[in-house]
Nanobody
Framework: QVRLVESGGGLVQAGGSLRLSCAAS????????LGWFRRPPGKEREFVAV????????YYADSVKGRFTISRDNAKNTVYLQMNSLKPEDTAVYYC????????????????WGQGTQVTVSS
């Protein structure tokens, strides 16, 4: 059974930082592209960042480029999202997702999802 479990969310002031983690089990982690998505209040789920299985390729949404960094540790079956210079508009439930094969920003292309972790940025 595949499981993705996010952690690290919370309440932070604007300009602060958080580091999200997503621990995976039940899959061959190194074969999957790992993505982070978010659902802001009242909005659709949106792409944040993705990292290829080999960690040599990352891709970010324009809204987070230069502030967020995605990374992965295949030995620990964990993907991370370092979020700096947080803004109130970053408030959302953040999800990690796994996709067998190449990186992709379309959530419909992902095979497995975590339950999400809430990030709230106060102004």
């Amino acid at each position: 059974q595949v499981r993705l479990v996010e952690s690290g969310g919370g309440l932070v002031q604007a300009g602060g930082s958080l580091r999200l983690s997503c621990a995976a089990s039940g899959l061959t982690f190194s074969s999957y592209a790992l993505g982070w998505f978010r659902r802001p209040p009242g909005k659709e789920r949106e792409f944040v960042a993705v990292i290829r299985w080999s960690s040599d390729s990352t891709y970010y949404a324009d809204s987070v480029k230069g502030r967020f960094t995605i990374s992965r540790d295949n030995a620990k079956n964990t993907v991370y999202l370092q979020m700096n210079s947080l803004k109130p508009e970053d408030t959302a439930v953040y999800y990690c997702a796994a996709r067998l094969g190449y990186s992709n920003s379309d959530p419909r292309e992902y095979d497995y999802w975590g339950q999400g972790t809430q990030v709230t940025v106060s102004s």
